[in-house]
């Protein structure tokens, strides 16, 4: 997993992906970037210690630096997996991560609340509940991946 050590997020995501990996059995390396140079260096690693696949972390400063992330899993044939549809639709294997048309409804249906007069404090905490998986066919033919039409037809999207 590559995260931003810099980041405010950095210590949670450690730890829970640090934890369903344990409890999945599968080995977890935690590479660290916060710089683009610090992502050469991590992929450098990625190089040597050749991995099964990538999961790249949530934060902004990652998803900047979204064309540099699939150019060098691409360069060194990983699948990797990101928060964000844009980043699979330039390359990447696959995303999955909340749906933003969904998330701006609802932050739409708030300022429309607190237009007609609603406290801010009294609207309740809405969490996500509609989430997305995208996938990039062309990329898991270039990686030699051959996805199952299971885990195809319960994609949200399959990028051609």
């Not at 970037?33 to 991995?51: H, K």
């Not at 409804?105 to 429309?112: I, L």
């Not at 990039?136 to 039409?149: I, P, R, Y």
Request: glycine share 6%; aromatic share 4%; charged share 20%.
């Amino acid at each position: 997993m590559l995260l931003n050590s810099k980041s405010p997020s950095f210590e949670a995501q450690s730890k829970d992906v640090r934890e369903g990996a344990r409890a999945s059995g599968i080995g977890i390396l935690i590479l660290n970037a916060a710089t683009p140079g610090e992502i050469d260096q991590a992929f450098a690693t990625l190089s040597e210690r050749r991995p099964g696949a990538l999961l790249v972390g949530s934060d902004p400063f990652l998803v900047s630096a979204r064309k540099q992330l699939v150019e060098l899993a691409e360069r060194l044939e990983i699948p990797a997996m990101f928060i964000d549809r844009e980043t699979t639709a330039i390359g990447g294997l696959m995303s999955y991560s909340i749906s933003l048309p969904d998330a701006y409804r609802q932050a739409a249906s708030y300022v429309s609340r607190i237009l007609k007069g609603e406290k801010p404090s009294d609207l309740p905490v809405i969490r996500p509940t509609k989430f997305e998986l995208v996938i990039n066919l062309q990329t898991a033919k270039q990686l030699g991946l051959n996805l199952s039409s299971g885990l195809l037809s319960i994609a949200d999207e399959v990028i051609e």
